[in-house]
């Protein structure tokens, strides 16, 4: 559409009253952004009055877009601000899902499986709008959730359990969609129905390429793995053209970064329909803005109206007509703790992935034995020295640290009983202690569940809690290689 037209649709709509309200209404303690047709305003914004809506719009603007997270006030937040004093800030945040498809019949029926998933976890009240051009915004209140879960509060977990929950719910509805769709007897095969997943955690896996190169000039030989195929590759040496010995097709999964050439029992054919629709559920990172309920779009000049779940098989873009477009509320007045069960089952969910990942990665170096069959002296450990430094007490990190620390203890076979005084010593020597509620959350889960390998020196959990692996340590991977190796020749010696 038209940037005059489009103009001319906004001046009348918003003059209207109650669009003016059920926007504002909407946005209290949301920090709320003007779109203009080519970019947005400034931030931080927010809207306090209904003259608020019309100036801008005479200045030029289309539609508004607000914040996922309610906020004390808006104004106060900065893009630059660290994570504690958005914490402090923020009071909390809806999920918001957001299911956007190039086919509309598609994202009808995507919306309605999400609901029956979201339903099944016991939530009653949730709100559905039209996104305005192809897609929709599911809801659920942050009033339904709990205040916090081992310990932990939900409003400073934002937006990490919001893409874990999106994440499950994706898997969780898939079944339902994939019924749905062949039930219906709809052409889906014109769609494509080939897709590879992974095992590990059910998502989609992504297409790469192993490549082999070859240069005559240098006879220097080179193996790259990508996502293209590139026309023409050059050779780092002599910049002369190489020639492409051999290419393998292979898959990877962005979330476990398993491979089929090293996994290839982990990845299996699937009709995954998120992925083949291109269906987008994840609108969660921090200071997102989605657009609000009743603000037009600019492609079409439709409205993002609310409707009713049972509206929604037989809805059509020209319903939300800015002429004809009746105003309802998009929030509902959830009850406490409604989506409490959806929050346990997604964050079970994933903790489970995450060990079978983290296991996954995690082999054995080459003629390592299982600890259970060596005897250790827990009396006289040698610590290798990135725990010993850890030990010392943290500045930054700490969950990383108590992360570390105990898979490192439960893999040398220490009880409960032993090990949690350890950590409250430890705890005590940290720049700010944690909370001993957190870390027996953490003691419960870990000695639930089976003994994990703590994290290899090569993933990120030591640099970023600022510790640095010496040579040695990462020639041995893993801290309890380097235990079992050094405790081997104290014995020999």
């Keep these: 559409m038209s940037r005059e037209k489009i103009d001319k649709v906004a001046l009348f709509y918003y003059s209207r009253k ?51 997270e309610i906020w004390k006030n808006p104004l106060d937040i900065s893009l630059d601000m660290q994570r504690e004093k958005a914490n402090e800030l923020r009071e909390g945040w809806d999920l918001i899902i957001d299911i956007d498809c190039h086919y509309f019949d598609y994202a009808k029926k995507a919306a309605l499986a999400l609901i029956q998933a979201l339903h099944s976890t016991g939530i009653k009240n949730l709100s559905v709008k039209f996104s305005g051009n192809k897609g929709f915004h599911i809801l659920v209140p942050f009033k339904a959730f709990p205040e916090e879960i081992n310990n932990i509060k939900t409003k400073e ?14 898997l969780f509805a898939r079944p339902i969609l994939e019924k749905e769709i062949l039930e219906s007897g709809e052409e889906y095969k014109k769609l494509g129905t080939e897709g590879i997943k992974c095992n590990s955690c059910g998502n989609l896996a992504e297409k790469y390429f192993k490549l082999s190169y070859f240069c005559e000039s240098c006879r220097i030989g080179e193996t790259t793995r990508q996502k293209t195929k590139e026309k023409e590759r050059k050779c780092g040496q002599c910049r002369k053209p190489v020639m492409l010995k051999d290419e393998q097709e292979f898959y990877k999964c962005s979330k476990c970064k398993l491979d089929s050439l090293t996994n290839q029992e982990n990845f299996s054919p699937s009709m995954d329909v998120f992925g083949i629709l291109g269906l987008d559920l994840v609108l969660v990172s921090p200071r997102h803005l989605f657009r609000t309920p009743y603000s037009l779009h600019e492609k079409t000049a439709f409205a993002s109206m609310v409707l009713n779940e049972s509206e929604i098989a037989d809805f059509q873009p020209s319903d939300a007509d800015p002429i004809k477009v009746k105003i309802r509320d998009f929030y509902p007045d959830a009850e406490p703790n409604e989506a409490k069960n959806l929050f346990v089952q997604a964050l079970e969910w994933h903790g489970e992935r995450s060990r079978t990942i983290e296991g996954a990665e995690q082999k054995s170096p080459a003629g390592e034995r299982k600890f259970e ?48 005084p350890k950590l409250e010593e ?21 000695y639930r569940n089976k003994k994990m390998l703590p994290p290899n020196y090569d993933k990120p959990y030591y640099k970023d809690i600022g510790i640095s692996p010496d040579d040695e340590e990462l020639r041995l991977k893993n801290p309890i290689s380097y235990l079992l190796k050094k405790s081997r020749y104290k014995r020999r010696k």
């Design 18 to 68: 109650d669009v003016q309200e059920a926007i504002l209404k909407f946005c209290q303690n949301r920090e709320t952004v003007p779109r203009y047709f080519e970019g947005f305003g400034k931030r931080p914004d927010a809207l306090t009055y209904p003259t608020d809506i019309i100036s801008q719009i005479r200045n030029g603007a289309t539609s508004f877009h607000c914040s996922e």
């Design 157 to 170: 977990m934002f937006p990490e359990w919001a893409r874990i929950i999106c994440e499950y719910l994706k």
């Design 373 to 420: 069959e060596i005897n250790i002296d827990k009396s006289h450990l040698l610590y290798p020295p990135s725990i010993a430094k850890i030990l010392e007490g943290l500045v930054d990190g700490r969950k990383r640290g108590l992360f570390i620390l105990i898979n490192f203890f439960h893999y040398l076979n220490f009880t409960r009983e032993e090990l949690e």
């Design 426 to 446: 430890w705890n005590k020597k940290n720049d700010k202690s944690l909370k001993i509620g957190y870390i027996k959350s953490q003691l419960d889960w870990a």
